[in-house]
């Protein structure tokens, strides 16, 4: 969810899609030196999860909001974890150190909020969880040249997919620990291995400089190309799936592609380059950019309120209408209000708020002890 990478850590980088030199913080229509853009796809992601788990289903025809969000979400992270590690210009190898186990802490607290998220009965797979694994599995590439990530990307897109049908036709009985591997790696719901290019995509874009029109404009243009190439092969070749969920590398490449391009267009729009427009279009998704800078803390309500109607509904007899659109337009109008009220009034998210101090202090205590001593009386 939001690594807090929404944000532009150096001076240099105020010009990128949307942010603002002086601005108190959360002013519409700009958030501090916040990624407009980038807050903006979150929020859609998140407005997409609500769609995808609470409308009704009366046959099993897939619709635009199955599989493309969460998609979208592992793009931004990617993004967001570029971001956090220098945008453009990387961390000098100096200060990549903090950075790096800040992440991996994230990542802990990310793995065990969303196994106790798991544990409720909201009948949604949580992502949390496999958002952890997707991290460790990058951060040893975080600093490679833009060139590799790609290499990576298109390897694991080819190979992931094809290692975990192999798997999955195997009949064999491993032992627990390898299962819980290969259910995080290849065979669960948000499988690592297989989304791990989505990261790479995001991490490739932040390291192109998300400000610059050339960057956007290849983003729309590689996306839809990819998204045309996925989606085009699923429906010309038979025997291949670009489906939600399916794990194919048609799915991989049609998705990302998808989320890539959206990104890009939603960086353009808000750019500041846009003049007036652009303006415009901040402020009129200003509360939407206010939903995905805490995206995490929605995602986890969101996940809570479920629960809560799914018992109400199995304790009425199915009395309460789960899922339904009265549900879906509720959840999305408060998370909207919510957040808008708290990041105009307070700023950070509340889990945000703890995710970034609970990453912050080990760095804090390794700068203390750094420093020399004061001197005694």
């Known amino acids: 969810m939001n690594l807090e990478g929404g944000r532009i850590p150096t001076r240099s980088s105020r010009a990128i899609a949307g942010t603002s030199k002086r601005s108190p913080r959360g002013s519409a229509p700009y958030d501090g030196s916040r990624v407009v853009g980038i807050d903006v796809a979150r929020g859609f992601a998140i407005i997409g999860m609500f769609a995808a788990h609470a409308i009704p289903r009366p046959d099993e025809a897939e619709l635009l909001v199955d599989g493309r969000p969460s998609i979208l979400f592992a793009t931004l992270a990617g993004v967001s974890l570029g971001i956090m590690t220098g945008s453009a210009r990387?961390?000098?190898?100096?200060?990549?150190?903090?950075?790096?186990?800040?992440?991996?802490?994230?990542?802990?607290?990310?793995?065990?909020?969303?196994?106790?998220?798991?544990?409720?009965?909201?009948?949604?797979?949580?992502?949390?969880?496999?958002?952890?694994?997707?991290?460790?599995?990058?951060?040893?590439?975080?600093?490679?040249?833009?060139?590799?990530?790609?290499?990576?990307a298109a390897v694991f897109a080819v190979a992931a997919p094809a290692l975990a049908a192999v798997i999955s036709d195997a009949d064999r009985d491993a032992p627990a620990l390898i299962e819980v591997a290969e259910y995080y790696l290849l065979t669960g719901n948000y499988p690592a291995l297989i989304w791990l290019p989505f990261l790479l995509l995001g991490l490739i874009a932040a390291r192109s400089g998300l400000g610059r029109v050339r960057t956007q404009v290849w983003m729309m243009a590689a996306g839809t190309a990819a998204a045309v190439l996925g989606y085009g092969t699923a429906a010309a070749l038979p025997g291949v799936s670009a489906a939600a969920h399916s794990g194919s590398t048609a799915e991989v490449v049609g998705s990302g592609g998808f989320a890539v391009a959206f990104i890009g267009v939603l960086l353009w729009l808000t750019s500041p380059e846009r003049a007036g427009f652009g303006a415009a279009v901040r402020w009129v998704t200003w509360p939407i950019g206010a939903t995905g800078s805490m995206a995490l803390t929605i995602y986890t309500l969101q996940i809570i309120t479920l629960a809560v109607f799914v018992d109400l509904r199995d304790s009425t007899d199915g009395a309460i209408d789960y899922p339904g659109w009265p549900l879906l337009i509720g959840m999305t109008i408060a998370s909207v209000l919510f957040a808008s009220l708290w990041r105009y009034l307070l700023g950070k998210g509340p889990l945000e708020r703890m995710l970034a101090a609970a990453t912050r202090a080990p760095a804090a205590a390794r700068q203390e002890q750094e420093q020399p001593g004061k001197p005694g009386p």
């Open 90 to 152: 990387p961390l000098e190898r100096g200060r990549r150190g903090d950075r790096v186990v800040g992440i991996l802490i994230r990542a802990a607290i990310l793995f065990v909020l969303g196994v106790m998220l798991s544990a409720l009965d909201s009948e949604v797979a949580v992502i949390l969880d496999f958002y952890a694994v997707m991290f460790v599995l990058v951060t040893p590439v975080l600093f490679f040249p833009r060139w590799a990530l790609g290499a990576l």
